[in-house]
């Protein structure tokens, strides 16, 4: 769960590396359990051009490890191996099906399987449906497209919490939206969770918080492009005029697929044409298809409560402005035309005026705080009971790339510090002087973690805990943290 890259042995010039993905791959140890059958074990492996004597013992050393490892502590086991040059990270998924990663970082692994999950279920109910073959075919096409959108050197922090970051609204326009999502789900009984987003930040969500989780993820690095802020008293973010219906088409290749005028229904469109468009990574199902009277409209699919009742539903995401609703609807029914033509018509001219509603908003709170009055630190704040996140340090973050306004190796203190959290209960406090002017300060209390950066370079400790406090102060209304 360390953000770190790998570094040379101890006792040789320390010599940074940009982190590479040098293998993945799925594997289950009672799968293949006689002589000469070990081969039936591994159930994906990328790259896929390895000799099959090579993977073979890259598996069977990773199973030797774990089991070597639960010797010591059964209830455990292991997590990672760090040599001289590697580091693998291996991650239970589900009951005897493991993943492991080399050169890649613990957060990112146990991402990547959630974020399997969300598209195609368990690894147990493919093997209910058509046994190890069909599991076989959907890690492969999966995890072929979503490997190739891992942009590990972009890893830090934030990958490691898998946040949420909410956007704040006074109390009038946040029942506006509220009472927006009621009137569309009472009039549209098939619509069983609803999410609601501007700017890249949840206001609204239904879903359970793990689920949400992941599928934010997916939704603001992948599928919707990065909007810039608003700025001037109307939203730059739109691009676009009107609003329409969009099935989950990737989005991610830097095109902003929302230039047209008016509103359109957009399917979910096969991109699974021998080459990957930056990241199209769920299982959409075919193409378009027919748009004549009574045809079928095909959707990205997307599982969730996959713990309890295991709901698959299709996504649709109705987009107007910077605003953007994810309407979830049980995939056993078949939507039509006629259906998604009576979701436009009661979705787009509400959403274009709750999007400039909270555009306008944003401007006068904007004004009111202005840019000289922002403190002159950097923190980056995180909530494990609700998964809210913020962050002053990040610039713009997606799949690929994390522009921050800090030096990387700051970055790493963070990731460092967040370790040392993670292996204590209590509540702590760190505070690091680093490089010539730069003081980290970490906080962990009451399920909440705060990390700062301040530029001071003749304060003391005493001095820089004052400025701290002044911080939670100011942005936390109080709730926080160690005194």
């Known amino acids: 769960m360390l953000m770190i890259s790998p570094r040379m042995a101890s006792g040789m010039q320390e010599k940074q590396y940009t982190p590479s993905l040098l293998s993945f791959f799925v594997y289950n140890p009672s799968f293949g359990s006689r002589e000469g059958e070990e081969e039936k074990k591994i159930l994906f492996y990328h790259p896929s051009e390895v000799e099959k004597n090579e993977k073979i013992r890259n598996v069977g050393l990773c199973e030797a490890i774990v089991q070597f490892t639960r010797t010591f502590c059964p209830t455990k086991p292991a997590k990672s191996l760090h040599t001289q040059k590697n580091r693998q990270f291996f991650f239970e998924a589900e009951d005897s099906?493991?993943?492991?990663?080399?050169?890649?970082?613990?957060?990112?692994?146990?991402?990547?399987?959630?974020?399997?999950?969300?598209?195609?279920?368990?690894?147990?109910?493919a093997m209910e449906a058509g046994g190890v073959e069909l599991l076989m075919q959907k890690l492969d096409k999966f995890f072929y497209r979503y490997l190739q959108t891992l942009h590990l050197q972009s890893c830090d922090l934030l990958d490691v919490f898998g946040g949420i970051a909410f956007f704040p609204l006074d109390k009038m326009t946040y029942l506006k939206i509220q009472s927006f999502v009621n009137r569309v789900e009472e009039s549209l009984s098939l619509i069983k969770y609803t999410a609601f987003l501007y700017n890249d930040q949840l206001i609204w969500s239904g879903l359970e918080q793990d689920?949400?989780?992941?599928?934010?993820?997916?939704?603001?690095?992948?599928?919707?492009?990065?909007?810039s802020e608003p700025e001037g008293g109307r939203d730059q973010g739109s691009r676009r005029e009107g609003s329409g219906i969009e099935g989950g088409r990737d989005q991610g290749g830097g095109r902003d697929q929302g230039s047209r005028e008016g509103s359109g229904i957009e399917g979910g469109r096969d991109q699974d044409r021998g080459r990957d468009r930056g990241g199209g990574i769920g299982d959409r199902g075919g193409g378009i298809g027919d748009r004549g009277g009574g045809a079928k409209f095909r959707f990205p699919r997307i599982f969730v409560n996959t713990e309890d009742s295991y709901e698959e539903l299709h996504l649709i995401v109705y987009k107007a402005m910077s605003a953007a609703v994810c309407f979830m609807i049980s995939a056993s029914v078949e939507l039509t035309r006629e259906f998604c033509e009576q979701l436009d018509g009661l979705v787009g001219p509400q959403l274009t005026l709750l999007a400039s509603d909270i555009c306008e908003q944003y401007n006068v709170n904007r004004r009111i705080s202005g840019p000289d009055k922002e403190p002159q630190f950097k923190f980056i704040y995180f909530n494990h009971m609700n998964l809210a996140e913020k962050s002053t340090i990040h610039m713009r973050k997606t799949a690929s790339v994390s522009l921050t306004s800090v030096h990387p190796d700051l970055m790493k203190i963070l990731g460092d510090i967040n370790?040392?959290?993670?292996?204590?209960?209590?509540?702590?406090?760190?505070?690091?002087?680093?490089?010539t002017d730069y003081w980290v300060v970490g906080k962990k209390s009451d399920q909440r973690e705060l990390y700062v950066i301040l530029n001071q370079k003749n304060a003391n400790l005493i001095e820089v805990n004052e400025e701290v406090k002044r911080l939670c102060a100011t942005q936390f209304n109080n709730i926080f943290f160690l005194d």
Do not use: Q
């Not at 099906?97 to 147990?124: H, P, Q």
């Not at 689920?211 to 690095?221: A, H, P, V």
């Not at 370790?419 to 490089?435: G, L, N, Q």
């Open 97 to 125: 099906f493991w993943i492991v990663m080399d050169t890649v970082y613990g957060a990112v692994l146990r991402e990547c399987y959630s974020m399997y999950k969300l598209f195609n279920g368990t690894f147990g109910r």
């Open 211 to 227: 689920d949400m989780r992941i599928l934010y993820k997916y939704l603001t690095t992948s599928l919707f492009p990065r909007h």
């Open 419 to 435: 370790c040392d959290f993670a292996r204590v209960d209590e509540d702590e406090e760190i505070i690091v002087k680093a490089m």
